[in-house]
């Protein structure tokens, strides 16, 4: 009994289903064959055994900050010289500020010359434990909090994240139609996602056809406006860099349509979250007699839904633009000047292309939910 039991939970195949997708993308995109691969740029792991800061100053603008030389004493932890100590000069400016502590690790750079070591630099500060044990830490603190539902929502960003790096980019890195591919892995977050948390389930089908609608509204109305208003992919920030490291093995490649794409994934997660709060009410709602009293329920939940959801977008946008900010408020610039820049240009697009969905969201699950629950299958 208790494996008919298990045979027939769908929510357990619906994980399963993601699982299996995300084994699929990963090995076809041929990351899992990258995380064995040799690192040709000779970037290893290292420990500070000493450290000479007598060259080293006080920056005179930032506080906390030491500007000048430091020699200090390492030993290698991996490649070919693991083990071997190496004294070296470590530069720190104020764009480049590694400051070397005794018994800290850090990567460096290892340049060879006929198999032998020339010259090691510091390249970066090592992270990589430390952002393990972070992303550990809320993980835990998740599940502590949510419990099951914790769970759904790891399994859920687990399942988005490897979807975008796994399937989204390298599709369209080998197509070169970025809306179209943004779209489909909308469409399949979409559907694990909402699967996942309201089972397989009419709720879950009326929650899913007003995120497919839904974003699929916000990339013709970015690309439409984009056209228009002379904003698109080539506006974006590192968009030149993209145009100039292009395998252009791969014609036709349709970076004004990045904009869009990038505008979907976005509103993508906003938008599950209103229509399925939105489908919830209706669907909850049992003194309603007709579909217009279950569209007028789920309508009211909406507008609660809107007034939090669209801050939260703005106020995410305006967090990671402190440093824009900042320097737009340096510069002083007149607001003929600021509203036409490609940086305020692109960040109205994807603010108010993403919120035309969201709004979009409500009266479009309000309608799916009315209809799917009036109909019988």
Do not use: C
Request: aromatic letters at 10%.
């Amino acid at each position: 009994m208790k494996l008919v039991g298990i045979v027939r939970n769908k929510r357990l195949w619906v994980v399963l289903t993601g699982i299996i997708l995300s084994a699929v993308f990963v090995l076809q995109s041929g990351a899992f064959l990258q995380l064995f691969r040799q690192d040709t740029a000779y970037i290893y792991r290292g420990r500070i055994l000493s450290v000479d800061e007598a060259r080293l100053v006080p920056d005179p603008l930032i506080d906390g900050m030491y500007v000048g030389r430091q020699t200090i004493e390492i030993v290698l932890l991996q490649g070919d010289f693991s083990g071997q100590r190496f004294v070296i000069e470590n530069t720190m400016s104020r764009y480049f500020n590694h400051h070397a502590v005794e018994g800290m690790e850090l990567l460096f750079a290892v340049n060879m010359w006929n198999n032998e070591v020339h010259s090691i630099e510091v390249y970066s500060h090592s992270r990589g434990q430390f952002l393990l044990a972070f992303v550990a830490i809320f993980i835990m603190l998740l599940i502590l909090v949510a419990r099951k539902r914790g769970l759904y929502a790891i399994l859920s960003m687990l399942f988005a994240l490897s979807t975008v790096a796994f399937f989204m980019i390298p599709g369209i890195a080998s197509s070169g139609n970025p809306l179209v591919f943004a779209l489909i892995t909308g469409a399949i977050i979409a559907a694990f996602s909402t699967f996942l948390v309201q089972d397989v389930s009419k709720k879950a089908i009326a929650s899913f056809a007003a995120t497919i609608f839904s974003i699929s509204i916000v990339g013709v109305i970015v690309l439409i406006a984009g056209y228009v208003g002379n904003v698109d992919g080539l506006d974006l920030e590192h968009a030149e860099e993209l145009v100039e490291s292009w395998n252009w093995g791969v014609s036709n490649f349709r970076i004004t349509h990045l904009l869009a794409a990038s505008t979907v994934v976005i509103a993508l997660g906003v938008v599950m979250h209103v229509s399925m709060a939105v489908v919830n009410a209706v669907f909850v709602t049992e003194e309603a007699k007709d579909m217009q009293q279950l569209f007028k329920a789920g309508m009211e939940q909406g507008r609660d839904k809107l007034t939090i959801v669209l801050s939260v977008l703005l106020l995410a946008f305006l967090g990671s633009s402190v440093v824009i900010l900042l320097l737009i408020a340096f510069a002083e610039a007149s607001f003929m000047l600021l509203i036409n820049l490609d940086l305020i240009a692109v960040a109205v697009m994807q603010i108010v292309g993403a919120s035309f969905g969201i709004v979009l969201a409500v009266p479009l699950a309000a309608i799916s939910a009315a209809f799917i629950k009036q109909t019988k299958f």
